[in-house]
Structures are given as structure tokens and as C-alpha cells.
């Protein structure tokens, strides 16, 4: 009788113990699981806003800032390229002059100058063909592919031509304008990219 007392009290404790031990297996096998389908920090940082310092940028200056692996080109732009944006001569070269196509630009872009500030051109710099990286070519004047080029980006790829707001030229091999990210101005002097104007400010 009592080692019947005996053996069934082992046999609880030994149940118990397996049981914990298992549980203990299970929680260790789970936790690395579960922590992989959690972004790691460098997929974080790769679509985090990016804040662009634009106080250093001259008149007719652009700069590259990476954001989620792609270049943003920010550029300032002079009072000359701006005014050819509004020149009906380049517009009818165009294929879409009025952004029309919403998907490349947020709805507070979709004007002349494509951008918040009509100073400021803050753009995706990729070509919507077959995603190579544009040249940017801020003098109006001949050049070897545009007798009578106004300024803006060119395509060494494949000869796709942009303006100085990213909008695309009829008869080249790109189907539409360069992207506009989300963007807002911090201050006079700051551009965080990656976020709405309605989300972070002006």
C-alpha cells in the first residue's frame, strides 16, 4: 500500500516536471520564431523618415539623400527653370504636363512645379523605365539629345528625358513622370522625407 503511496506521488512529480521541462523547450524554441517575423532595426531604418538638410543647397544645386533604398534628389531651383515650367512650348512635349496620373505624385504635388514649395523639387531619382538613376542636367541651352533642352533630368539607360519638375517627355521609352515620395518641410532649412505634410507639418 504504501509504495502504491509512493510510486503515485513519483509519478506526479515526474509528470510535473516533464511538463515544465517541456514547456520550458517550447518557450525557448518559440520566442526566436516569433522575434523573426519582426522587422530587424536595418528594415526599420530603410523605411523611416529621412530628414534632409537643404540650408547648404545652392540655387540651381542638387543633392541625394537615400531613402528606403532609393535616391531622393532634392533640388533648388533658380528662377529661370522655374519659369520654363510654365512655358506652353515645353508642355506640349509632355506626356502627362498636368500629373493627371495620381500614383506619382501625392495630391498636394500635383501642380506646375510638382512640389510644396515651388523652390524646392524633392523627387524620386529613378526613371519610371526600367529604373535606372537619371542625370541631372540644370542647364537651359543645346544639349546633344535636346536642341533646345530647358533643364532638367536625362536617362543614360535608354535616352528618357524629364523636366526640371520630373515630368516626362512624349516619345521617349518612359511611361510617366518620376515618383514624388511624401515630404514635408520641418523648417526653412530641414525636408523630412517619408512623411505627409498632413502627418508631420507645413
Not at 15 to 32: E, W
Not at 40 to 67: C, N
Request: hydrophobic share 35%; charged share 20%; with cysteine.
Amino acid at each position: 500500500m504504501t509504495n502504491e503511496v509512493v510510486d503515485q506521488g513519483r509519478r506526479r512529480f515526474l509528470t510535473a516536471t516533464t511538463a515544465v521541462v517541456g514547456a520550458a523547450g517550447v518557450v525557448t524554441a518559440v520566442v526566436p520564431f516569433i522575434k523573426s517575423w519582426q522587422p530587424s532595426a536595418r528594415s526599420k531604418a530603410a523605411g523611416a523618415p529621412v530628414t534632409a538638410d537643404i540650408g547648404k543647397v545652392k540655387s540651381g544645386q542638387m543633392l541625394k539623400y537615400p531613402w528606403r533604398g532609393m535616391p531622393v534628389f532634392v533640388v533648388n531651383r533658380t528662377d529661370e527653370q522655374l519659369a520654363t515650367l510654365s512655358d506652353k512650348t515645353l508642355e506640349s512635349h509632355l506626356k502627362d504636363p498636368n500629373s493627371d496620373e495620381t500614383s506619382q505624385q501625392p495630391d498636394y504635388a500635383k501642380n506646375v512645379t510638382r512640389s510644396i514649395k515651388p523652390q524646392w523639387l524633392v523627387m524620386i531619382g529613378i526613371c519610371t523605365h526600367l529604373g535606372c538613376s537619371p542625370e541631372f542636367k540644370p542647364k537651359i541651352g543645346p544639349e546633344p539629345f535636346d536642341p533646345d533642352w530647358k533643364s532638367g533630368f536625362f536617362c543614360p539607360c535608354h535616352k528618357s528625358r524629364y523636366d526640371i519638375a520630373g515630368r516626362v517627355y512624349d516619345g521617349v521609352p518612359a511611361p510617366s513622370n518620376m515618383v514624388i515620395p511624401p515630404y514635408h518641410f520641418i523648417d526653412d532649412t530641414h525636408v523630412e522625407i517619408g512623411v505627409d505634410p498632413a502627418k508631420g507639418g507645413a
